[in-house]
């Protein structure tokens, strides 16, 4: 019976591609899927947050970070003043659930509200001293984590490694243009599944 890795080998034969890449796509495919699953369960947030002693959940401790917005995490606007609707962007939520979690913070006292040296009639967001040291430590703990582990690589190995990693990080972006190209391909999935589906009901009608 033929595997999923015989599919898509079959797939991209089609397509003149090579067997090579195919079982390439399979193992990066499943690294890949395993660390989403890990970090949908935020196993190292949760590991920080309970090693620091943190009485805190993750959706706070993003909060926070999004007040903080360290620049190598939101480079796009790191440098704006910080309002909810701020946070709201950058953590990709909505307005009303950042409001919620900033007055969690704020009431905590791991935030505040202050006058915008910019705009007085604009009340901005920025950390406590409280709030400051709990994104300094979760920080440290990563970089202490990651530090171990990346220590073992060569200064060749990481050059080459980051830039790649960058870039597949970014494939989501440019994926439209390839569904685009493909459009053929996955119209004929789409009516095979279709067909599949009405089958059974073809069956049952006799």
């Not at 079959?10 to 499943?30: N, P, Q, T, V, W």
């Not at 003043?81 to 009431?107: C, F, G, H, W």
């Not at 990563?142 to 050059?159: A, H, N, Q, R, T």
Request: charged share 30%; glycine share 4%; net charge negative.
């Amino acid at each position: 019976m033929p595997t999923r890795h015989d599919h898509l080998r079959s797939l991209f034969g089609k397509l003149g591609k090579s067997a090579s890449l195919a079982d390439a796509l399979m193992r990066i495919d499943a690294v890949a899927q395993n660390w989403r699953r890990r970090m949908h369960k935020r196993e190292l947030g949760r590991r920080a947050l309970a090693a620091l002693g943190l009485e805190i959940d993750l959706a706070q401790l993003d909060v926070l970070f999004a007040i903080a917005a360290p620049d190598y995490e939101f480079a796009t606007n790191a440098e704006a003043e910080t309002m909810v609707s701020t946070v709201a962007e950058r953590l990709m939520i909505d307005p009303s659930r950042a409001s919620r979690l900033v007055a969690e913070m704020v009431n905590l006292e791991y935030a505040r509200r202050i006058a915008s040296q910019r705009d007085a009639r604009r009340t901005i967001l920025e950390l406590t001293p409280a709030g400051e040291a709990i994104v300094t430590a979760v920080r440290n703990y990563k970089w202490l984590l990651l530090g171990e582990f990346f220590s073992g690589w060569s200064d060749d190995d990481l050059e080459k490694f980051v830039p790649m990693l960058e870039s597949y990080s970014d494939w989501m972006r440019t994926s439209e243009s390839s569904e685009e190209k493909f459009a053929g391909e996955i119209a004929e999935m789409a009516q095979q599944i279709r067909h599949i589906r009405q089958e059974p009901a073809a069956a049952d009608s006799r």
